[in-house]
């Protein structure tokens, strides 16, 4: 058993090094933002597990197993605990933070059911998040004002210390508060908690229907279980449902890793919806 609370060394870090086609290299701006955009490129987001109730947890054991054996991707507080102990393990400093989805100031106030990573890297505060839907490609400033274009999505940073970090996506419509990070200390515990709430809460939405997104080049691509959507830098939102069948072509061209039960399986959980 690990000492560290994390159990960051379970982490099979060259198999996770190898799954994103990456070497190890000593702490740096570049290799920061190679790492970030590496592995939102391989992973994708999905609530898979969670609909097919046979999510092992967010242990380091079952994540490795999950990631770095299977290919397999996941949500926030798997894919935020996977990229934290591996910038751990290559020597950056680092801090977990959870965060609430969505603009309080039109919708109601979320629970504490997003995890980020904050990296310190000489002397700067940077913000990591590989686990929204809408990933970040590389990291952006934890800094008020702070603008970060992302291939052709334009990000900006609002807040401070105290009241926290919201961070801002512009869409079509205008800037779009994505969530909220504070500045909280994190335990394991907290990430055992918000797991369980987001995968068991009868009306969690990730109890309710199937979401998957992928980063691929020059786009952006989300399947749910009858849509799909598809996102370009500065090109209107390619919007439409999906087709008799087509699932299964998407699942596999988002590699998205699942065994044959697992994909019959899946297709009849979301028959019964």
């Given at each position: 058993?690990?000492?560290?609370?994390?159990?960051?060394?379970?982490?099979?870090?060259?198999?996770?090094?190898?799954?994103?086609?990456?070497?190890?290299?000593?702490?740096?701006?570049?290799?920061?933002?190679?790492?970030?955009?590496?592995?939102?490129?391989?992973?994708?987001?999905?609530?898979?597990?969670?609909?097919?109730?046979?999510?092992?947890?967010?242990?380091?054991?079952?994540?490795?197993?999950?990631?770095?054996?299977?290919?397999?991707?996941?949500?926030?507080?798997?894919?935020?605990?996977?990229?934290?102990?591996?910038?751990?393990?290559?020597?950056?400093?680092?801090?977990?933070?959870?965060?609430?989805?969505?603009?309080?100031t039109t919708g109601p106030v979320q629970g504490r059911t997003h995890m980020t990573v904050e990296v310190v890297l000489d002397g700067?505060?940077?913000?990591?998040?590989?686990?929204?839907?809408?990933?970040?490609?590389?990291?952006?400033?934890?800094?008020?004002?702070?603008?970060?274009?992302?291939?052709?999505?334009?990000?900006?940073?609002?807040?401070?210390?105290?009241?926290?970090?919201?961070?801002?996506?512009?869409?079509?419509?205008?800037?779009?508060?994505?969530?909220?990070?504070?500045?909280?200390?994190?335990?394991?515990?907290?990430?055992?908690?918000?797991?369980?709430?987001?995968?068991?809460?009868?009306?969690?939405?990730?109890?309710?229907?199937?979401?998957?997104?992928?980063?691929?080049?020059?786009?952006?691509?989300?399947?749910?279980?009858?849509?799909?959507?598809?996102?370009?830098?500065?090109?209107?939102?390619e919007h439409r449902d999906l087709a008799d069948g087509e699932l299964a072509g998407w699942l596999s061209a988002l590699a998205v890793?699942?065994?044959?039960?697992?994909?019959?399986?899946?297709?009849?959980?979301?028959?019964?919806?």
């Amino acid at each position: 058993m690990s000492a560290d609370p994390w159990q960051i060394d379970l982490l099979d870090l060259d198999g996770y090094l190898g799954r994103l086609g990456l070497a190890a290299e000593p702490p740096s701006r570049a290799a920061l933002d190679a790492l970030h955009e590496a592995h939102v490129r391989t992973f994708t987001f999905d609530n898979i597990d969670v609909l097919l109730d046979q999510h092992r947890g967010v242990s380091m054991e079952a994540l490795n197993e999950k990631f770095v054996g299977r290919g397999r991707g996941g949500y926030c507080f798997e894919h935020a605990s996977v990229f934290a102990a591996a910038l751990e393990r290559l020597g950056y400093d680092v801090r977990r933070h959870l965060g609430r989805v969505g603009d309080p100031t039109t919708g109601p106030v979320q629970g504490r059911t997003h995890m980020t990573v904050e990296v310190v890297l000489d002397g700067e505060r940077l913000l990591c998040d590989p686990g929204f839907g809408m990933s970040l490609l590389h990291p952006v400033p934890l800094l008020d004002g702070a603008e970060s274009d992302q291939r052709g999505w334009p990000y900006r940073v609002r807040g401070d210390g105290v009241r926290g970090w919201q961070l801002l996506r512009l869409r079509e419509e205008g800037w779009e508060v994505t969530h909220t990070v504070d500045e909280l200390p994190v335990l394991p515990v907290d990430v055992v908690m918000g797991h369980h709430y987001t995968s068991t809460f009868p009306t969690s939405h990730f109890r309710s229907g199937l979401m998957i997104t992928q980063h691929e080049e020059g786009r952006h691509v989300t399947v749910t279980g009858t849509t799909l959507t598809v996102r370009r830098p500065g090109e209107p939102t390619e919007h439409r449902d999906l087709a008799d069948g087509e699932l299964a072509g998407w699942l596999s061209a988002l590699a998205v890793g699942l065994a044959a039960d697992e994909e019959a399986r899946l297709v009849a959980r979301l028959a019964r919806n």
